[in-house]
């Protein structure tokens, strides 16, 4: 079993940045593929960004695409999520998740979650 933790969401101005992290715990991720997904009050849950075991081939919701960044350190068992320009509309909780096998973009195929971290965006 892998447990999931996220860390390092808050409140920030639009425009801003901010980082959110996961911790790995339980089994290495070295082998997994890692995804965020976020959710809105009202709206489901959405994919952002994935990265693959290597971390060679990342993916991007087009919603992010160009101002968030996903990586991963597998030595720490750590992923990132490095989100920059930052506006109202990415207010969500974000969970960290993965799955053995590629990225996909659906919730449903990852086998781990994370309890999330909110970040708010203020206007």
């Known amino acids: 079993q892998m447990q999931l933790v996220e860390s390092g969401g808050g409140l920030v101005q639009a425009g801003g940045s901010l980082r959110v992290s996961c911790a790995a715990s339980?089994?290495?991720?070295?082998?997994?593929?890692m995804g965020w997904f976020r959710q809105a009050p009202g709206k489901e849950r959405e994919f952002v960004a994935g990265?693959?075991?290597?971390?060679?081939?990342?993916y991007y919701a087009d919603s992010v695409k160009g101002r968030f960044t996903i990586s991963r350190d597998n030595a720490k068992n750590t992923l990132y999520l490095q989100m920059n320009s930052l506006k109202p509309e990415d207010t969500a909780v974000y969970y960290c998740?993965?799955?053995?096998?590629?990225?996909?973009?659906?919730?449903?195929?990852?086998?781990?979650w994370g309890r999330g971290t909110q970040v708010t965006v203020s206007s």
């Open positions: 998740s993965a799955r053995d096998g590629s990225v996909t973009t659906t919730s449903g195929t990852y086998n781990y």
């Open positions: 339980g089994r290495t991720v070295s082998g997994s593929a």
């Open positions: 990265i693959s075991w290597s971390g060679r081939s990342t």
